[in-house]
Protein backbone atom coordinates (compact mmCIF):
# COMPACT_ATOMS: atom_id res chain seq x y z
CA UNK A 1 0.00 0.00 0.00
CA UNK A 2 1.01 3.31 -0.82
CA UNK A 3 -0.15 6.55 0.30
CA UNK A 4 0.87 9.80 -0.69
CA UNK A 5 0.01 12.07 1.73
CA UNK A 6 -0.35 16.13 0.96
CA UNK A 7 -0.48 18.84 3.66
CA UNK A 8 -3.47 20.54 2.45
CA UNK A 9 -5.47 24.11 3.51
CA UNK A 10 -8.56 22.76 1.03
CA UNK A 11 -8.91 19.74 -1.21
CA UNK A 12 -11.82 18.57 -3.10
CA UNK A 13 -12.94 16.09 -5.88
CA UNK A 14 -14.76 16.78 -8.79
CA UNK A 15 -16.81 13.67 -10.54
CA UNK A 16 -19.23 14.30 -13.93
CA UNK A 17 -19.36 18.69 -12.93
CA UNK A 18 -20.26 17.43 -9.45
CA UNK A 19 -18.30 18.31 -5.90
CA UNK A 20 -18.24 14.40 -4.60
CA UNK A 21 -16.21 15.40 -1.76
CA UNK A 22 -14.23 18.34 -0.70
CA UNK A 23 -12.45 19.56 2.62
CA UNK A 24 -10.57 22.73 4.46
CA UNK A 25 -7.01 22.42 6.24
CA UNK A 26 -6.13 18.78 6.41
CA UNK A 27 -4.47 15.82 4.57
CA UNK A 28 -5.21 14.88 0.60
CA UNK A 29 -4.24 11.52 0.30
CA UNK A 30 -3.91 9.86 -2.52
CA UNK A 31 -3.96 5.81 -1.93
CA UNK A 32 -2.39 3.09 -4.05
CA UNK A 33 -3.50 -0.93 -3.00
CA UNK A 34 -1.28 -3.72 -3.83
CA UNK A 35 -1.95 -6.98 -4.69
CA UNK A 36 -0.67 -8.39 -1.91
CA UNK A 37 -1.76 -5.99 0.71
CA UNK A 38 -4.42 -7.38 3.11
CA UNK A 39 -6.14 -5.72 5.91
CA UNK A 40 -3.29 -5.80 8.19
CA UNK A 41 -1.00 -3.53 5.66
CA UNK A 42 -4.03 -0.69 5.47
CA UNK A 43 -4.22 -0.62 9.20
CA UNK A 44 -0.53 -0.08 9.48
CA UNK A 45 -0.77 2.39 6.84
CA UNK A 46 -3.66 4.11 8.19
CA UNK A 47 -2.44 4.23 11.23
CA UNK A 48 0.65 5.77 10.25
CA UNK A 49 -1.06 8.79 8.17
CA UNK A 50 -3.43 9.89 11.15
CA UNK A 51 -0.10 9.86 13.56
CA UNK A 52 1.99 12.20 11.24
CA UNK A 53 3.16 14.68 12.76
CA UNK A 54 3.19 17.53 10.35
CA UNK A 55 0.87 20.35 11.21
CA UNK A 56 2.26 23.56 12.98
CA UNK A 57 1.78 23.25 16.96
CA UNK A 58 1.66 26.52 18.91
CA UNK A 59 5.64 27.04 18.65
CA UNK A 60 5.23 26.95 15.08
CA UNK A 61 7.26 23.12 14.54
CA UNK A 62 5.66 20.29 12.37
CA UNK A 63 4.50 18.67 15.66
CA UNK A 64 0.73 18.02 15.04
CA UNK A 65 -1.28 15.00 13.95
CA UNK A 66 -4.22 14.53 11.60
CA UNK A 67 -6.68 14.66 14.57
CA UNK A 68 -4.85 17.70 16.33
CA UNK A 69 -7.16 20.85 16.06
CA UNK A 70 -9.82 19.12 14.10
CA UNK A 71 -8.33 18.79 10.80
CA UNK A 72 -10.07 16.96 8.02
CA UNK A 73 -8.63 14.27 5.65
CA UNK A 74 -9.60 13.29 1.94
CA UNK A 75 -8.67 10.02 0.25
CA UNK A 76 -8.43 9.45 -3.65
CA UNK A 77 -8.11 5.65 -4.58
CA UNK A 78 -5.36 6.08 -7.02
CA UNK A 79 -4.18 2.87 -8.57
CA UNK A 80 -1.51 4.33 -11.01
CA UNK A 81 1.02 4.79 -7.21
CA UNK A 82 1.81 1.71 -8.60
CA UNK A 83 2.59 2.27 -12.11
CA UNK A 84 6.00 0.42 -13.47
CA UNK A 85 8.10 2.76 -15.65
CA UNK A 86 11.71 0.65 -15.00
CA UNK A 87 11.18 -0.95 -18.95
CA UNK A 88 10.19 0.95 -21.82
CA UNK A 89 7.47 4.23 -21.58
CA UNK A 90 4.17 2.24 -20.78
CA UNK A 91 3.52 1.71 -17.14
CA UNK A 92 2.58 -1.82 -16.16
CA UNK A 93 0.29 -1.94 -13.73
CA UNK A 94 0.86 -5.62 -12.69
CA UNK A 95 1.65 -4.72 -8.72
CA UNK A 96 -1.65 -2.88 -8.57
CA UNK A 97 -4.64 -4.60 -6.82
CA UNK A 98 -7.28 -5.38 -9.13
CA UNK A 99 -11.11 -3.72 -7.92
CA UNK A 100 -12.13 -6.25 -6.09
CA UNK A 101 -9.29 -6.94 -3.62
CA UNK A 102 -8.19 -2.68 -3.42
CA UNK A 103 -12.36 -1.25 -2.88
CA UNK A 104 -12.82 -3.14 0.55
CA UNK A 105 -9.08 -1.91 1.86
CA UNK A 106 -10.06 1.46 0.49
CA UNK A 107 -13.20 1.65 2.18
CA UNK A 108 -11.70 0.20 5.55
CA UNK A 109 -8.62 3.21 5.47
CA UNK A 110 -11.36 5.74 4.59
CA UNK A 111 -13.11 4.40 7.67
CA UNK A 112 -9.94 4.17 9.81
CA UNK A 113 -9.14 8.11 9.02
CA UNK A 114 -12.63 9.15 8.94
CA UNK A 115 -11.88 10.60 5.70
CA UNK A 116 -13.86 12.08 3.41
CA UNK A 117 -13.49 10.01 -0.29
CA UNK A 118 -13.84 10.15 -3.62
CA UNK A 119 -15.51 7.73 -6.09
CA UNK A 120 -14.05 4.46 -6.48
CA UNK A 121 -12.49 3.84 -9.82
CA UNK A 122 -14.06 6.70 -11.51
CA UNK A 123 -12.35 9.58 -13.61
CA UNK A 124 -11.82 12.42 -10.51
CA UNK A 125 -10.71 15.87 -10.82
CA UNK A 126 -8.84 16.32 -7.70
CA UNK A 127 -7.98 20.05 -6.75
CA UNK A 128 -5.68 20.98 -3.73
CA UNK A 129 -4.51 24.37 -2.43
CA UNK A 130 -0.68 22.56 -1.41
CA UNK A 131 0.33 24.10 2.43
CA UNK A 132 3.70 24.26 2.76
CA UNK A 133 3.82 22.30 0.42
CA UNK A 134 4.30 18.93 2.29
CA UNK A 135 4.26 15.51 0.50
CA UNK A 136 5.38 12.45 1.80
CA UNK A 137 5.14 9.03 0.75
CA UNK A 138 3.84 6.24 3.03
CA UNK A 139 4.38 2.61 2.18
CA UNK A 140 3.18 -0.56 2.98
CA UNK A 141 5.94 -1.41 5.68
CA UNK A 142 5.18 1.66 7.99
CA UNK A 143 4.99 0.79 11.66
CA UNK A 144 3.54 2.75 14.25
Excluded at 94 to 108: F, I, K, M, N, V
Excluded at 121 to 131: F, H, K
Amino acid sequence: MRALVQRVTEASVVVDGDVVAAIGPGLLILLGVARTDDEDVCDRVADKVASLRIFAGPDGRMEEALADGGREALCVSQFTLYGDVRRGTRPSWSAAADGATAEPLYDRFCRRLGARRGVFGADMAVRSVNDGPVTLLVEREATV
